[in-house]
């Protein structure tokens, strides 16, 4: 088949007025005007509801004397695959181990979650949250205070009252 | 008990009679191993490792842990590999189902009180416990009743002992008794309570070896008090080292993390240390993580100040220097826990100059500390790694048993004067002033080295290749762990390119070469390369000079 040229007559604008587009797009504006339909969100006056599973800046659980839940045992560093937990070892005075130096570069950060899916003692959690902005690069890595003060609410990786998900 | 450590078997072998061997089948493999070999044994031979924890090989076996139950044909139920000799024709399962229910059984049992705290122990990594459990053990626990609970106990020492991980195989309790032969441990209560404890409060304070009990312990019962929360098993790099802390030259692994070492641990070398080494080695390894370092050659200028600057430039100025004063006497200090290379690089380069005179000081304690099960191993008197390798060279040994002294006539040389390694920590600042030409070949900086006109930084043994000779003449070699500071070389790689130089001989470029020079070289370190040394060292083969007179060098 050979291949064939469509023509288009296009009506030339000397020959023809742009009255009828213009109150056609008039229209729709008039009519969303007493009939609005509401698409913008009043950002941050409203907030978005996040998904149950949104994985966010981290948070750090503490107990109720306020001591870290971490216990130091290495696997967050050593699970985490953009390598950016620091992770210092020790003892405090009543015999338990903690972190001494516990870190996160939330810009390495990919947000997998494995650190909180890999933790004995459910200390680090991704959570629900993602107005981080800062002035200065240095202030992204959270150490273990910045951690611990967190309050943003913690994300649910997998059902609590079915961890194994059977 | 195993703890006799073999002697030479290959020359011994001909003209004792064939030892009678037991052929049997383990797993469906047939496996021919001596008479009187145990079944776990005969096992490893064909690289079967049979679950255990009571049995090691340099202990005596109780057969208590009940984990190394294997099934025997023939045998009304199963029987225990650790001291169940073999016999001809007997057919041996250790994956069958009843071994592997056995084992599962017993795993199951041990976890009946255990805490399972894996993430807060030491031990979590390199656990024979977690280990055998994650490899057989169940699933789940079906454990309902409340764990019995001890707490932690500090043992003295170097020692922690948690008494709720412990699994009873009374390792340490055997090490004390059988091979340091001072029994401080004990296990008190019975059944469900019994725990290990020491003596009242006497603990294991003024023991020499009992940081053995930490590696011999399968779980983490036993931990070290410097090791404490320092590093996990598994971020740790493995690096095959000898010990630097005395003349024995025990066989040592060196383990890192980040550029640091963490910890030393012996490594099994029968003919040297067995599995064993002492308190002390294992403490002294601080010196190899000191950050003060020469990080570039330096070299005095005319208003007397030093200026760092690249090597090219340092060791050019350096012979422009020595030529100039080739044929004036040289004295050379040497430190005795520099390796082989490096001492026989320094010789050539006295040599190359013209000849002189290498002394040697190296700190020596009053006593030799024996491990009573193991006697071929013991804290020499020496106290640096390689007085042997030293006097092989021809250097002879100045100053007192504390390192001190000895280098007057150095001291007031008008001539060269080559430091190597020394830290000369009790000369002052005035020390090689007279000298035409002073080098200063070391690791950091003393004071008596402020009148030196070049330094150059070199390695400690932990970050480069080389060998160490022990006090009975054994060549072993260590690798390096560490990455070195700044512009830090090889003192055998320094030294070596300045002799090639001064005699346009070959300059060596790897340890292999340095050490290949030196066997020709020095016929006390003749017969032997790289290659042949392996992991564990050798003899050298011809000086029977070399090895007898090994026996009062130490």
């Given at each position: 088949m050979a291949i064939g040229v469509k023509v288009m007559h296009r009506p030339q604008p000397e020959s023809t007025s742009y009255l009828r587009a213009a109150l056609s797009g008039m229209a729709l504006t008039f009519r969303h005007m007493v009939n609005p339909v509401k698409v913008t969100q009043q950002y941050p006056e409203e907030q978005t509801e996040l998904h149950p599973r949104w994985r966010g800046t981290h948070v750090m659980e503490t107990h109720a004397d306020g001591r870290p839940k971490c216990v130091a045992c290495?696997?967050?560093?050593?699970?985490?695959?953009?390598?950016?937990?620091?992770?210092?070892g020790g003892e405090d005075d009543q015999g338990n181990r903690y972190p001494i130096v516990y870190e996160i570069d939330e810009f390495r950060c990919i947000f997998c979650g494995m650190c909180q899916e890999v933790c004995p003692v459910e200390a680090i959690h991704v959570g629900q949250h993602f107005e981080n902005a800062e002035y200065t690069r240095a202030r992204f890595v959270y150490d273990l205070d910045r951690l611990m003060e967190q309050d943003h609410p913690v994300t649910n990786l997998w059902d609590p009252s079915d961890p194994t998900g059977e | 008990m195993s703890t006799t450590p073999p002697t030479s078997a290959p020359t011994a072998a001909p003209s004792a009679p064939a030892p009678a061997t037991v052929t049997l089948t383990i797993d469906g493999q047939t496996v021919t191993v001596p008479k009187g070999t145990t079944i776990l044994e005969a096992a490893k031979t064909i690289g079967t490792k049979?679950?255990?924890?009571?049995?090691?090989?340099?202990?005596?076996s109780p057969a208590m842990c009940r984990l190394c139950l294997v099934e025997v044909e023939g045998a009304p139920k199963p029987q225990p590999g650790c001291v169940t000799t073999v016999a001809d024709n007997q057919v041996v399962r250790t994956v069958?189902?009843?071994?592997?229910?056995?084992?599962?059984?017993?795993?199951?049992?041990?976890?009946?009180?255990?805490?399972?705290?894996?993430?807060?122990?030491?031990?979590?990594?390199?656990?024979?416990?977690q280990n055998y459990v994650h490899a057989e053990g169940r699933e789940h626990g079906r454990g309902v009743e409340p764990k019995r609970v001890f707490g932690r106990d500090d043992f003295g020492g170097d020692v922690l002992f948690y008494g709720d991980r412990c699994v009873m195989c009374t390792r340490c309790v055997r090490f004390m008794s059988e091979v340091e032969k001072d029994e401080r441990l004990t296990v008190v209560e019975r059944g469900n309570r019994s725990v290990i404890d020491t003596f009242f409060d006497e603990g294991l304070d003024g023991t020499h070896w009992s940081g053995n009990i930490v590696d011999i312990c399968p779980v983490g019962a036993l931990v070290s008090k410097a090791f404490l929360h320092k590093a996990r098993a598994w971020d740790l790099e493995h690096t095959?080292?000898?010990?630097?802390?005395?003349?024995?030259?025990?066989?040592v692994e060196l383990h890192t993390r980040d550029n640091v070492v963490q910890r030393v641990k012996p490594r099994e070398n029968l003919d040297v240390n067995g599995w064993w080494m002492c308190d002390y080695g294992r403490a002294d390894y601080e010196w190899m993580n000191e950050g003060d370092r020469i990080e570039a050659p330096l070299v005095r200028q005319a208003d007397g100040s030093s200026k760092a600057v690249a090597w090219k430039e340092a060791l050019g100025g350096l012979l422009a220097r020595a030529k100039e004063l080739q044929g004036r006497p040289v004295k050379a200090v040497v430190s005795a826990r520099a390796s082989n290379e490096d001492l026989g690089a320094l010789a050539e380069l006295v040599g190359a100059l013209g000849g002189g005179e290498i002394v040697y000081r190296s700190p020596r304690s009053a006593e030799e500390i024996v491990l009573q099960g193991f006697p071929t191993l013991a804290r020499r008197k020496d106290l640096a790694p390689n007085v042997k390798g030293a006097e092989l060279l021809g250097m002879h040994r100045v100053g007192a048993d504390d390192a001190t002294g000895g280098l007057d006539k150095v001291r007031a040389h008008d001539g060269i004067v080559v430091v190597l390694g020394d830290a000369l920590a009790d000369q002052d600042e005035r020390f090689g002033a007279s000298a035409a030409l002073y080098v200063y070949v070391g690791t950091q900086l003393p004071v008596a080295a402020r009148a030196a006109h070049v330094v150059l930084p070199v390695t400690t043994h932990a970050e480069q290749e080389g060998t160490f000779t022990n006090?009975?003449?054994?060549?072993?070699?260590?690798?390096?762990?560490?990455t070195a500071p700044g512009m830090a070389r090889p003192a055998w790689l320094v030294l070596g390119a300045l002799v090639g130089e001064l005699s346009g001989e070959a300059v060596p470029r790897t340890a292999a070469d340095a050490y290949a020079a030196l066997a020709e070289a020095v016929p006390a370190f003749g017969g032997l390369a790289y290659p042949k040394l392996g992991a564990r060292g050798a003899l050298p083969m011809i000086s029977g000079a070399a090895v007898s007179s090994g026996a009062k060098g130490a």
């Open positions: 290495g696997l967050c560093p050593t699970v985490c695959p953009a390598n950016c937990i620091r992770l210092v | 049979v679950p255990h924890y009571c049995y090691h090989p340099g202990l005596s069958s189902d009843k071994a592997l229910g056995n084992r599962q059984g017993v795993l199951e049992f041990y976890l009946v009180n255990h805490p399972l705290d894996c993430p807060i122990c030491d031990m979590s990594g390199e656990c024979d416990l095959p080292s000898v010990c630097a802390s005395c003349s024995q030259g025990c066989n006090h009975a003449g054994r060549v072993q070699r260590f690798w390096p762990a560490l």
